[in-house]
């Protein structure tokens, strides 16, 4: 259970800098 949320929140966090890196 805490494994997936981390995984989610790490998932979002890399999504989110990729993002910003290639707008």
């Known amino acids: 259970m805490y494994v ?3 995984y989610t929140h ?3 966090f890399l999504q989110k ?3 910003l890196s290639h707008p």
Request: hydrophobic share 55%; aromatic share 22%; proline share 0%.
């Open 4 to 6: 997936e949320v981390f």
């Open 10 to 12: 790490g998932l979002h």
């Open 17 to 19: 800098h990729i993002f």
